[in-house]
């Protein structure tokens, strides 16, 4: 798995950058804890100026999409910003009981459905 990233003319630098690495995060095409290129690594391969990059990973580490570790690098981060991490963890918690108690597929699913449906006063 590599990190795959096309500059060009549809928005500032900086911006295609931070969407591209965060795309490719939340999709899984670059696993957690892949270890990103340097940012003076990422912006000679790129053609782009040392604080352009610097800005997206600045952005994608306050999205919680990468994490630096020190020395040790740039890494991609557990599955983005908080909110969905816990939203992850409820999930599979969900899923997990659901099985426990013999329910299908399409019940749990049901079940959820409901749920947000009275929560988000639908």
Not at 26 to 47: F, I, K, M
Not at 51 to 62: D, G, H, I, P
């Amino acid at each position: 798995m590599t990190l795959k990233i096309h500059i060009d003319d549809s928005a500032p630098p900086y911006e295609q950058v931070r969407a591209r690495i965060s795309e490719q995060a939340r999709s899984g095409a670059l696993p957690v804890g892949y270890r990103l290129p340097t940012v003076r690594g990422l912006a000679e391969t790129l053609g782009l100026a040392v604080n352009t990059v610097a800005k997206a990973y600045r952005a994608l580490e306050a999205d919680g999409v990468i994490e630096t570790r020190g020395r040790n690098g740039t890494f991609v981060a557990a599955a983005g910003s908080a909110a969905e991490r816990e939203t992850a963890s409820a999930a599979q918690a969900y899923a997990e009981r659901v099985r426990r108690l013999g329910l299908s597929e399409e019940a749990a699913l049901a079940a959820v459905r409901d749920a947000l449906r009275a929560a988000y006063g639908g």
